[in-house]
């Protein structure tokens, strides 16, 4: 058995990359309660947000 067969690996399900970006602050407000009642994090909504807006993008 090889060393690393037994080690536990943590797996991303994909690469990601850090940006940063200004948000105005009603909408960072909006984003904050929605986020909330859904339970889930802010980037996790922000990240279907521009997914579902790029899949739906006119051009």
Known sequence: MEA???KFQIKK???TVTKTL???EPLAEK?????AEN???MN???LQC???AL???NL
């Open 4 to 6: 690393n067969e037994n």
């Open 13 to 15: 399900g994909y690469n």
């Open 22 to 24: 200004r948000i105005p």
């Open 31 to 35: 984003l904050e309660k929605l986020a």
């Open 39 to 41: 339970q889930i994090s």
């Open 44 to 46: 996790q909504l922000i």
């Open 50 to 52: 521009i997914e579902y």
């Open 55 to 57: 899949a739906h993008l």
